[in-house]
């Protein structure tokens, strides 16, 4: 029984070497095949190339062909404008193509060119050639390819990886002037909402805002931040996805453009501070999953996901409003006026270097962490109306703005979790209570001495 078993080892240790021994001869036969060969293998004339293939990274083929312009266009119904420098160069890539060895009766399937990663066929007159990339050897990671005469080679350089392109590569864009500052947007249809860009309007209390909206007849300002960001999915849907290009009026039908959702109209100053506009129609049912938009005066239909499409959608004033309770900019408070449970304080404020200093009764006191934290006091909802309960705190801050002067924050007590605020007798919203009780705590400290 021990003598089977010391048998059978024995056995398998032979198959092993057998086929360890017959490896060892095929790899020496490939490398016998092998050759230096540093030659151009693969060249023509660029100017007189008619017609190009290639594949995709995404396994897909893109075909095209050149008009008497000299102009590379798609060979399909559904045209869209080509990078026209993009072709050339994937062109010019493959020509002049040189190897360092050349691999005589070659496997295709040990290269990986049974089924090549990437093809590239150009055309002349009548003539086509094409050449296939395969895998990189597993020891220096040196490109394998073919061009159709029996022979595989090795790449001197590799650029098998420059064919890795998708549609939004290879789609030319339209080309808008450079943003200096976007000056506002206006949306109309199912939603309807405006905002205007003001520099120095005096429209609050802080001459850092300069987005506003009317909210009952007075301009209220908006985060910068916010706003552009919602601007912004505009800019960013241009290169999102062409659905078709060089519309028709059939077209406005296919992708419900006809009557549109919602109309944006978009201002912005360029580099020379001339002022431009940009109308998009939306449409916001689904085909596909997909929404749309139309540039007015462009030959494109785009896609626009459903975030981006939500922010116009949904945009308002609550959406687009400021997050922080106060935006003070130290250097424009004179003066700070509490009244915390009774107890009333004025504090006159002074800037030294970046630190902000505070006085009472003509004595320096340590406020700089309320300084701070009065600015993180954020919103967590915003709402027009809530059930006030007691007073906790009114802050009053005095600027330096012979337009807006004063500006006044309430704190209400409303649960045990969030606070209410008032700004100038406005109901605003809720901030979290532990943050409002800090702020508290913080001026109760120095007003009480504790």
């Known amino acids: 029984m021990k003598r089977q078993k010391t048998l059978k080892i024995l056995l398998a240790v032979l198959a092993i070497l057998i086929v360890g021994t017959i490896v060892i001869i095929k790899i020496g036969e490939y490398r ?22 290639f594949s995709l990274a995404a396994s897909a083929h893109c075909d095209l062909t050149k008009n008497s312009d000299g102009i590379w266009l798609l060979d399909k119904e559904v045209q869209y404008p080509i990078n026209q420098e993009l072709v050339k160069n994937l062109i010019h890539c493959i020509n002049n193509y040189e190897a360092k060895f050349k691999i005589i009766n070659p496997q295709l399937s040990v290269y990986g060119l049974e089924r090549p990663q990437h093809t590239a066929t150009i055309t002349i007159g009548n003539e086509s050639r094409t050449i296939s990339f395969g895998d990189k050897s597993p020891i220096e990671g040196e490109r394998y390819f073919m061009t159709g005469d029996g022979f595989v ?8 990886e420059k064919f890795e392109v998708d549609n939004n590569d290879l789609m030319a864009f339209e080309k808008f002037p450079d943003v200096k500052q976007f000056t506002g947007f206006k949306v109309s249809g199912e939603n309807n909402f405006e905002v205007v860009y003001k520099e ?12 506003y909206t009317k909210v009952d007849g007075q301009y209220m300002p908006l985060s910068s931040k916010y706003v552009e960001r919602t601007i912004d999915a505009v800019w960013k849907a241009l290169t999102d996805y062409y659905a078709t290009y060089d519309i028709k ?22 580099e020379n501070d001339e002022e431009h506009m940009e109308i998009v129609h939306m449409s916001p049912r689904t085909i596909s999953g997909a929404k ?27 959406t687009l409003r400021p997050s922080e309770m106060i ?15 009774g107890e009333k304080a004025t504090f006159d404020v002074k800037k030294d ?8 009764n003509g004595e320096e006191v340590e406020l700089d962490s309320f300084s701070r934290d009065v600015n993180k006091l954020e919103y967590v909802d915003f709402v027009d109306e809530a059930s006030l309960k007691r007073k906790e705190a009114e802050i009053k801050f005095v600027f330096d703005n012979d337009k807006w002067p004063v500006m006044t924050c309430e704190i209400f007590k409303y649960n045990g979790k969030y606070c209410v605020i008032k700004v100038d007798g406005r109901l605003t919203g809720t901030v ?19």
């Not at 935006?327 to 449970?341: F, G, M, R, S």
């Open 32 to 53: 016998e095949r092998m050759e230096t060969f540093e030659e151009v293998v693969f060249s023509f004339d660029e100017d007189a190339v008619t017609r190009f293939s």
């Open 153 to 160: 080679y090795i790449a001197k350089e590799d650029v098998a």
């Open 200 to 211: 120095n309007a005096g429209w609050c209390y802080s001459d850092d805002f300069v987005y």
């Open 249 to 270: 009026d059939e077209d406005l039908e296919t992708y419900n453009l006809i009557d549109p959702a919602l109309t944006v109209q978009i201002t912005y100053l360029d």
């Open 292 to 318: 749309f938009y139309h540039r007015v005066g462009s030959k494109y239909i785009i896609h626009m996901n459903d975030e981006n499409y939500e922010k116009f959608l949904n945009a308002s004033y609550n």
């Open 327 to 341: 935006l003070a900019d130290w250097n424009t408070v004179k003066q700070v006026i509490v009244n915390v449970d």
């Open 353 to 360: 270097g970046t630190k902000t200093l505070f006085y009472w």
């Open 432 to 450: 979290p209570r532990e943050d409002a009780v800090k702020v508290i705590e913080e001026l109760n400290a120095v007003i009480l001495g504790e």
